[in-house]
T-cell receptor
Framework: EAGVVQSPRYKIIEKKQPVAFWCNPI?????LYWYRQNLGQGPELLIR????????DSQLPKDRFSAERLKGVDSTLKIQPAELGDSAVYLC???FGLGGSTSEAFFGQGTRLTVV | TQLLEQSPQFLSIQEGENLTVYCNSS?????LQWYRQEPGEGPVLLVT?????EVKKLKRLTFQFGDARKDSSLHITAAQPGDTGLYLC???????????FGAGTTVTVRA
């Protein structure tokens, strides 16, 4: 069974440019997460979807970040315009069930974004 | 302020030694998960502990969940270079299902 697939693996852009990341979760997983991880730190939640609904986007910087999960499967995360401080690894994860108390998440390999 | 506090932040030991990393919080968690992350990869789930006081063993790794479900520990016996990585604890709080992560413990096992 395929795991969580993310693309691209690496992206280098100039500041003020837009960038988009794509995620395909594990088949059948209702919940999808986008996390941002800085070097040597734990992942920080940006947004959580249950099916196509964003149920927690309190930590998403909405002035420049947007996300969508059409049809409750694949998801895209966009930054426009990117800033130097956005350089990080962007991780997508998925889990089975909705609002589950175990919420075991399975992660993709991440997209490493460098803003220059 | 981190919801889950992990200690130590860094740990470097010789192959064959034992190590313990800790995960503490003032909040009660429905469950806690431990992940290991290698450079350039996403975190990989090692184990989930659910019941207060629970102990789970995975080969040389022993995981314990505190009685009050606010803390957990990971003990590695006879560490090997392949155990090197960033160890992360994570959990959904009992009052919501937001999966929060600690900052992680970077473990280096020298051959």
């Amino acid at each position: 069974e395929a795991g969580v697939v993310q693309s691209p693996r690496y992206k280098i852009i100039e500041k003020k440019q837009p960038v988009a990341f794509w995620c395909n979760p594990i088949s059948g997983h209702n919940t999808l997460y986008w996390y941002r991880q800085n070097l040597g730190q734990g992942p920080e939640l940006l947004i959580r979807y249950e099916n196509e609904e964003a149920v927690d986007d309190s930590q998403l910087p909405k002035d420049r970040f947007s996300a969508e999960r059409l049809k409750g499967v694949d998801s895209t995360l966009k930054i426009q315009p990117a800033e130097l401080g956005d350089s990080a690894v962007y991780l997508c994860a998925s889990s089975f069930g909705l609002g589950g108390s175990t919420s075991e998440a399975f992660f993709g390999q991440g997209t490493r974004l460098t803003v220059v | 302020t981190q919801l889950l506090e992990q200690s130590p932040q860094f740990l470097s030991i010789q192959e064959g030694e034992n190590l313990t990393v800790y995960c503490n919080s003032s909040s009660v968690f429905s469950s806690l998960q431990w992940y290991r992350q290698e450079p350039g990869e996403g975190p990989v789930l090692l184990v989930t502990v659910v019941t207060g006081g629970e102990v789970k063993k995975l080969k040389r790794l022993t995981f314990q969940f505190g009685d009050a479900r606010k803390d957990s520990s990971l003990h590695i016996t006879a560490a090997q270079p392949g155990d090197t990585g960033l160890y992360l604890c994570a959990g959904p709080r009992s009052n919501d299902y937001k999966l929060s992560f600690g900052a992680g413990t970077t473990v280096t096992v020298r051959a």
